[in-house]
């Protein structure tokens, strides 16, 4: 393939769509984030990014906590909202269905399939962007989107942003640990043969 090169910045292509949950002045407020990710599964740490003007900062840092939620595409509308006004500036408190599990400072969403809330063990300071890196201290399931007791990425139903554009998961490409295994065994055959 012929390669151009652009300027250097993350390509948004494959971004996860989550919605941070946070409570500030004792209100709930949910702030849509691309820039989530796991860091490490044992023990489990995620972080967020989220620029340091947005109003879901002062509550993370005012209370050390922070929820995550997966929304399902039928959410779309909702999960755009919040990622487009300001808890400063409009009341996002009424929006969801909040629940909390037993830490009172990281309202959760009741309608997305998938939560968890995290303890901010670390926060990175960026020029723009604070990082929170959180430990997953609870993690909350909706039983109708469990296969075996483990969340299905078809009941979920996901989103991710690939450029402008919100879309759903796609039919699955392969199955993990598996093509890698299946293309170890082929280049050893051709290696021997
Ligand atoms: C799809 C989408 C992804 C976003 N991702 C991020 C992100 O990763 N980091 C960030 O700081 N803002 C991100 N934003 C913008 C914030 O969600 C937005 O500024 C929001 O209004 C902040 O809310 P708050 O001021 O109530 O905290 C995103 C917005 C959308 C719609």
Known sequence: MEKIQLPPQPPEVTLPVVIAGSLIHRRENYMTLGAFGIMSLQPPIVYISSMKSHYSNEGIR????????????????????CGLVSGRDVDKSGIFTTF?????SAPMIEECPINFVCRVIRTVDL?????????????????????????????????????????????AAGVAFGEGR?????????RSG
């Open 62 to 81: 005012e209370t050390g906590f922070f929820s995550v939620n997966i929304p399902p595409a039928e959410l779309v509308q909702k999960a755009d909202f």
């Open 127 to 171: 020029p723009y962007n604070e990082v929170f890196i959180g430990e997953v201290i609870e993690y909350y399931a909706s039983t109708e989107c469990l296969d075996d007791d483990k969340p299905d990425p078809d009941k979920i139903n996901p989103m991710v942003l690939a450029g402008p554009s919100y879309r759903s998961l796609g039919p």
């Open 182 to 190: 299946a293309y170890r065994a082929r280049l050893k055959r051709e």
């Open 100 to 104: 909390y599990g037993n830490e009172r």
